[in-house]
């Protein structure tokens, strides 16, 4: 499913677009959360091809979330909401790998460290109903289709590299290509796509003024991005592992987004 720039704009002005009979606007702010259900790897093996989008995951514990809406009638209203986050990783132990005549076919050098990094910006629009909005408390649900937008960034360095001890673990770079065994080594990358984003879920409200609130959501956000499929390791009959590029796949990817902040009723 691919998502074009006139589409996206499609979707938020759709979204901005307000009704003659408008009953009125919120607009909210907060702190918010995504998470991913990306499965922890003790190792990551890369094989002639960029390391970067393997920590692509469009979510990140360091985020926001703002949104404005306008009412249409008893609490339906058409809302558009922007969210970001950030996502670094912590550094590992990394190795620099090349083919070679010994008896397991390969040479790595090791005492690398890496250091990767990941964002993500979510532009979705679409219907939102609160029940109960006169009251103090008012919960709501929603339903949002837009985009999402993703960088991850990787870097691997090292000072006192050495190409005797094994590989325990960490990202493997394999390059088919050879490299001088330097003992300074400095390798980075990056990666950028995008593809089409929901939110799913809603929350409440608790009115502490007029028109001043507290509001807390959840939402699922798939997100539809190409990514690598982690390629299959199983040894041949010779017991060695042949290290192939991962192919690129569009698929699907779950999330939950937690969300906190302040509303505020203009009008």
């Given amino acids: 499913m691919h998502v074009t720039p006139l589409s996206a704009a499609t979707i938020l002005a759709f979204a901005i677009a307000s009704p003659l009979h408008a009953q009125g606007i919120e607009v909210f702010g907060g702190y918010s959360v995504n998470a991913d259900y990306v499965q922890n790897r003790p190792a990551i093996l890369v094989a002639d091809q960029k390391v970067s989008p393997f920590f692509s995951h469009g979510s990140g514990p360091t985020g926001f979330e703002a949104s404005f809406k306008h009412d249409v009638r008893n609490g339906l209203g058409i809302k558009v909401d922007v ?15 090349q083919p070679d005549s010994s008896t ?9 460290t890496f250091q990767a990094t990941g964002r993500a910006l979510y532009v979705t629009a679409g219907p939102e109903w609160k029940i109960r909005r006169g009251k103090r408390f008012a919960p709501f649900a929603q339903t949002l289709v837009g985009i999402v937008y993703t960088r991850s960034t990787f870097m691997m360095n090292g000072s006192d590299v ?5 590989f325990t673990g960490g990202v493997l770079l394999f390059t088919s290509a050879g490299f001088p065994p330097d003992r ?29 609130g507290l509001r807390a959501a959840m939402d699922y956000d798939p997100t539809f991005l190409v990514r690598r499929v982690f390629p299959d390791l199983t040894p041949d009959a ?11 796949e569009r698929q699907r990817q779950d999330h939950v987004r937690l969300s906190i902040g302040m509303v505020w009723r203009i009008r």
């Fill in 238 to 248: 010779e017991g060695r592992v042949v290290l192939r590029p991962a192919p690129n």
């Fill in 184 to 212: 300074s080594i400095d390798y980075a990358d990056a990666h950028a796509d995008a593809g089409l984003a929901l939110a799913i879920g809603g929350g409440f409200d608790i009115r502490l003024s007029r028109r001043i």
């Fill in 104 to 112: 397991a076919g390969i040479a790595c050098g090791t005492g690398l």
């Fill in 162 to 166: 050495q190409y005797t001890n094994p």
């Fill in 83 to 97: 969210s970001g986050y950030s996502d670094t990783f912590p550094p590992g132990p990394a190795a620099y790998c």
